[in-house]
T-cell receptor, first 114, second 108 residues
Framework: ETGVTQSPTHLIKTRGQQVTLRCSSQ?????VSWYQQALGQGPQFIFQ???????GRGNFPPRFSGLQFPNYSSELNVNALELDDSALYLC?????????????FGSGTRLTVV | AQRVTQPEKLLSVFKGAPVELKCNYS??????LFWYVQYSRQRLQLLLR??SRESIKGFTADLNKGETSFHLKKPFAQEEDSAMYYC??????????FGTGTRLQVFP
């Protein structure tokens, strides 16, 4: 059984640029959620993907978008990067079924916007 | 609004001392509550959830709906318990709402 893998591990981008972060879900999981963790804060929910469609979104602007692929892997895209987007981005996979709260987190991608 | 509050950023204890990490929540319904832990240089992982009423690594947490609290307790802290602990709430939308975390330091 493989866990959740995220790439890249670190990334430095310039303000205004666009970035794509990738996540491979754990074997057997069909749902992927993305979280942003700013320094000194807890993770904040960005959005979730199930069956290749967005299934819930947190309080993030539209320049944060995502995709889920048939193999349940996912991408997080952020356009027009701002300095405040600097954070650790976490991906969590789970199996979408009632009463199941088995989220498996990846190690994260640390994004620095300069 | 759904919110999780962890009032302590840092909790320092000596080995063998009791530990209580505080967590209060704001939610109008019946939430599902969790404790997640992040050890140094490791990923975030689930420690326990209130619905399973289990004890993991000696930790327990009781949901107190009257006080809207879900404090994490351990009677005798170990050095290997040193980590970042996050309380989280799942409010029926399959998303987790995390607190800001408490760093537990256990000194020998």
């Amino acid at each position: 059984e493989t866990g959740v893998t995220q790439s890249p591990t670190h990334l430095i981008k310039t303000r205004g640029q666009q970035v794509t972060l990738r996540c491979s879900s754990q074997s057997g999981h069909n749902t992927v959620s993305w979280y942003q963790q700013a320094l000194g804060q807890g993770p904040q929910f960005i959005f979730q993907y199930y069956r290749e469609e967005e299934n819930g979104r947190g309080n993030f602007p539209p320049r944060f978008s995502g995709l889920q692929f048939p193999n349940y892997s996912s991408e997080l895209n952020v356009n027009a990067l701002e300095l405040d987007d600097s954070a650790l981005y976490l991906c969590a996979s789970s199996l979408f079924e009632p009463g199941n709260y088995g989220y498996t987190f990846g190690s994260g991608t640390r994004l620095t916007v300069v | 609004a759904q919110r999780v509050t962890q009032p302590e950023k840092l909790l320092s204890v000596f080995k063998g001392a009791p530990v209580e990490l505080k967590c209060n929540y704001s939610y109008s319904g019946s939430p599902e509550l969790f404790w997640y832990v992040q050890y140094s240089r490791q990923r975030l992982q689930l420690l326990l959830r209130h619905i399973s009423r289990e004890s993991i690594k000696g930790f327990t947490a009781d949901l107190n709906k009257g006080e809207t609290s879900f404090h994490l307790k351990k009677p005798f802290a170990q050095e290997e318990d040193s980590a970042m602990y996050y309380c989280a709430l799942e409010g029926g939308t399959d998303k987790l709402i995390f607190g800001t975390g408490t760093r537990l330091q256990v000194f020998p």
